[in-house]
């Protein structure tokens, strides 16, 4: 459930995985990234200019998530995705509930929202994503604490958390920004340890 702008910045920056088990180890292989070439100068103008642009966010993504989900009770955060779009600061949230998808704007500066949310339901989506929305409801770690463990083995800040499906068993991904370059990191859903592992390993 990606928003494609997110993916195609992954893609683009030759970004690290780092798979997520039980304990946090870094892939023996890399992702391999789009080449260069397949982007044209403005893209790749934008693409670096949205990872400027969101060094200025006050709003991270896990109050992000925060906001979304007080927005309705019993509503669940599935996707949050950085625009930067026009120097603009906001993050696009999905938020899961009673069937129905919703997704709204939240500035990165204020944690007000944009707009009324668009709703879409789950019957309406494709069959990919309904499978990672069953998938999501078992999950046993929330969206927020898994950009918790993410930005922890990360050493940076989360700009980007989705749902994904690799191999027929559901993940999040999560894009975190450190140094001005990016990585991705998958997280298992069903491992509790990793949250543990992650505040054990924290920085004060």
Do not use: C, W
């Not at 892939?27 to 934008?46: I, L, M, N, V, Y």
């Not at 309904?130 to 083995?153: N, P």
Request: glycine letters at 8%.
């Amino acid at each position: 459930m990606f928003i494609e702008r997110i993916a195609a910045l992954l893609m683009f920056s030759g970004l690290s995985v780092l798979p997520m088990p039980a304990l946090a180890h870094e892939s023996d292989g890399a992702a391999k990234p789009t080449p260069a070439q397949d982007f044209s100068e403005s893209e790749r103008t934008a693409i670096f200019q949205e990872i400027k642009v969101f060094a200025n966010a006050q709003i991270s993504v896990r109050d992000a998530i925060k906001i979304a989900e007080g927005r309705a009770s019993g509503a669940k955060v599935v996707d949050v995705s950085f625009d930067g779009a026009g120097g603009r600061l906001a993050y696009n949230v999905k938020t899961y509930l009673k069937e129905e998808i919703s997704a709204v704007t939240i500035d990165a500066s204020t944690g007000k929202t944009i707009g009324d949310a668009l709703v879409t339901p789950v019957s309406a989506l494709d069959a990919k994503d309904r499978i990672e929305l069953a998938g999501f409801s078992t999950a046993v770690i929330d969206l927020s604490d898994v950009v918790l463990i993410a930005e922890a083995y990360g050493s940076g800040k989360a700009v980007s958390v989705g749902l994904d499906e690799e191999n027929g068993k559901l993940i999040f991904l999560v894009v975190v920004v450190t140094d001005g370059s990016l990585k991705q990191i998958s997280v298992d859903p069903n491992e509790q340890n990793q949250l543990r592992n992650a505040s054990f390993g924290k920085k004060h």
